[in-house]
């Protein structure tokens, strides 16, 4: 941006607007507009608006002399309706800086959500593939009854080497003994 605040990009008119005198931060106006919004429904200002309005129908009732208001309550209708024009519009804009906070917030959680439902996803591949890699595993249970059901023909094989080495050491005494 050039010094005077302008921008490069747009054409210099020879008019001048009321925005250029008034060069308002509009996150400062919404910080002051949300900080009335929050006064104006807040106990204090009711009761604080209650007491003001009491005591002025009262001094325009009670003390003659005193009475600022010759057609009595007129100016304070007007102070009403004042209030009422300024807090309007300062409430709704608070309420716009509310709903836009509100849409960032349901942005960023939409994202979350996605990226929680990604890594769900992506756990639940990674669980289903290791519950079919350990299914093919063998189990415990099932090594222990591999070994159950070959110790008897471990043990078969065991003997029937036995028998052969008897009769290969009798083959051999006899051998001998036919040798000798």
Known sequence: MAESGRRLDVPRGSTRSLSDFLRLDPDAVGRFAEGIARFLGTGRFLAVQTFIVIVWIGLNVVAVDLRWDPYPFILLNLAFSTQAAYAAPLI????????DRDRVQAEEDRARAASTRADTEYLAR???ALRLAIGELATRDFIRGE????VPEEAEEAERRER???KAERAERERRESVG
């Open 126 to 128: 990674e669980l289903a």
């Open 92 to 99: 709704l804009l608070a309420q716009n800086r509310q709903a």
């Open 164 to 166: 052969k080495r008897r």
């Open 147 to 150: 070994l159950t059901r070959l």
